[in-house]
Structures are given as structure tokens and as C-alpha cells.
């Protein structure tokens, strides 16, 4: 017999030998109120369920343990001793769950947030808010980059939770679909792009020096796909912020996520160019390492983002 296979028999055997725990927290009852019925009352069950429970501990370990009467139940011999040894398992019980409670406290005192940068800027902060009301006592740390630095901010165990952009879901996460988005072009209102009458066809967009993310950000991803990789950049920024200030400067026309042009468009500080034959909508996700679904205060604020 290996190892392994020896342990795993040793572990069942274990398990019908030794009574389940709210068997010896029954007897412990018993020994202390010197009565089936009290100690019934105690744990919250029938007396003939106790009376039952006693029996099956009994025959499980093959000795008398409680002697009863009309004047109540009094332990045995036998059944002092196993109280004894009932005491030590229900008390180490008592410790494990003490020691798994800290363990939870201090999981659900935190959250690790990684999150892609339009995500970031125009989504998280509401969820949070909302996650705050919920659990006001636990601190919550954001990591923002783009979607590539969060796939390794989660797979290094520096977050609890994360969120991207991109068109694929980065590999050893796993995901699901929390919102939808679509980028769109815009330019100053002094642009010549501003004054078309016609839409944007997706040779003259690639043609074009366009003010970008970054590679590795999901908005540079979605584009470079529509465009067969051809995008040209003027400027490359590590912001979703930066690529809009410099848009409203005049400096050139960008691709930005329609969330986070909202206010511009309406104050005409950025201008909405229609394109053409091109695709630029993408799903927005929240990712975890594959096989560790989110729990605690991730698994709470999960649920938030997809009320």
C-alpha cells in the first residue's frame, strides 16, 4: 500500500470510528445536567433524537455510556472516561473554529482590486462606493494598469479581483461579462475630421497618426484588431486621462472609450467622428485565477458590478 493510499485509509477508518462532534457535545451535556432531556434542550433537539444519537454513539463504540433512569441519565464508567476524551476533541474543535474565524476576519478586512485604466476612472469608483455601504470595515486597495499588468498583478496574488478591457481573456483567468463598451474617435472641435459629412472608412483611420494607449491596454487591443494591426500612433499615453487631454489640446485625433468622453462630447471640447466597416465594440469583464472563484468581500463587490 502507498503512502497516500495509507493515509487516505487510516483517514476513513478514523472517520467510523470516532463519533461525529454534536454526538460528543451531546454526551458533554448529559455529564454536566446529569439528565438526556436538559441536555436535549440544550443543543436544541428532540429528546428521542438525543436518546438516539446516545444509542448510535453506543454501538459505534461498542461500550455502555449513559445508564438511565426515572431519576435522570447518569454516565458509566466507561462513559466518564470517553467524556474525558470527548472534552479535549470538542475543545480543539472550539480552537479550529476560533482559528478559522481570524482567518476569515482577516481575508474579509481586505480587497485587492486590479483594474484597467477606462474601468478605473469611470466604473470602479461608483462600485466601491456602493461596496462601502455594504462593508464599511473593509479596506480597499486599487491597482490600476492596463489589462496585461492586471493579468499579472492576479496571477502573482497581488489582487483579489480584477478588470479588463480587451478582447480576450488573458491566460489562467477566468472571467465573466460584466458591462458592454464601445470606442469611438474623436477630435477637437478645430479638426478637419470634426467638419465630415461623411463617416470614417477604416483605410483612411490606419492611414492615419492617432493619438493611443499603450500596447497591452485593452483599448489598444480592440483597435489593433479592427484595423489588422495597422494603427499608426502620433503619441502613445498610459492613460485614458492623458489621451484625452491631449485630444481636447488639438493635438490629434484619439480612440477612446465612450465612457470616459461623456462630459467632453456634451460641452463640444471633443468632437464624435463616425467610422465606418469597423468594429470597435468590446465586453468589459471581471477575471480571478482559474479555480479560485471570488469570495468574501471580491465575491461581494463582483456582484455589485453586475446589479
Given at each position: 500500500m502507498t503512502q497516500a493510499a495509507e493515509g487516505q485509509f487510516r483517514a476513513g477508518s478514523l472517520a467510523h470510528r470516532v463519533p461525529e462532534l454534536g454526538a460528543l457535545e451531546l454526551l458533554l451535556a448529559v455529564a454536566r445536567l446529569g439528565s438526556l432531556g436538559g441536555a436535549a434542550r440544550e443543543l436544541g433537539i428532540t429528546q428521542p433524537a438525543a436518546s438516539s444519537r446516545i444509542r448510535s454513539m453506543e454501538r459505534q463504540l461498542g461500550v455502555a455510556l449513559v445508564d438511565r433512569s426515572p431519576r435522570g441519565s447518569r454516565l458509566t464508567d466507561a462513559g466518564a472516561l470517553v467524556t474525558d476524551w470527548a472534552r479535549r476533541i470538542v475543545e480543539a474543535a472550539e480552537a479550529f473554529d476560533v482559528g478559522a474565524q481570524a482567518l476569515r476576519d482577516r481575508r474579509d478586512s481586505r480587497l485587492r482590486v486590479a483594474a484597467s485604466m477606462t474601468i478605473a476612472e469611470y466604473l470602479l469608483p461608483g462600485w466601491l462606493l456602493a461596496l462601502r455601504a455594504q462593508r464599511p470595515d473593509t479596506a480597499v486597495s486599487l491597482l490600476a494598469g492596463n489589462s496585461a499588468a492586471v493579468a499579472e498583478r492576479l496571477l502573482a496574488d497581488e489582487a483579489d479581483l480584477g478588470f479588463v478591457e480587451g478582447l480576450t481573456v488573458p491566460t489562467g483567468l477566468?472571467?465573466?461579462?460584466?458591462?458592454?463598451?464601445?470606442?469611438?474617435?474623436?477630435?477637437?472641435?478645430?479638426?478637419?475630421?470634426?467638419?465630415?459629412?461623411?463617416?470614417?472608412?477604416?483605410?483612411?483611420?490606419?492611414?492615419?497618426?492617432?493619438?493611443?494607449?499603450?500596447?497591452?491596454?485593452?483599448?489598444?487591443?480592440?483597435?489593433?484588431?479592427?484595423?489588422?494591426?495597422?494603427?499608426?500612433?502620433?503619441?502613445e499615453l498610459s492613460s485614458t486621462t492623458a489621451v484625452k487631454a491631449a485630444a481636447v489640446s488639438g493635438a490629434g485625433p484619439a480612440v477612446l472609450s465612450e465612457l470616459a468622453v461623456g462630459e467632453e462630447l456634451s460641452m463640444r471640447r471633443l468632437v464624435s467622428v463616425p467610422v465606418a466597416g469597423v468594429s470597435l465594440a468590446r465586453d468589459l469583464r471581471a477575471v480571478w485565477p482559474t479555480g479560485h472563484r471570488p469570495v468574501g468581500p471580491a465575491r461581494d463587490l463582483l456582484s455589485l458590478t453586475r446589479g
Open positions: 477566468d472571467s465573466v461579462v460584466i458591462a458592454h463598451d464601445h470606442l469611438i474617435v474623436v477630435t477637437a472641435p478645430g479638426h478637419l475630421w470634426s467638419r465630415r459629412r461623411r463617416a470614417l472608412q477604416a483605410s483612411e483611420l490606419a492611414a492615419t497618426p492617432l493619438i493611443l494607449r499603450e500596447k497591452g491596454s485593452g483599448t489598444r487591443q480592440v483597435l489593433d484588431a479592427a484595423l489588422g494591426g495597422l494603427a499608426r500612433p502620433l503619441i
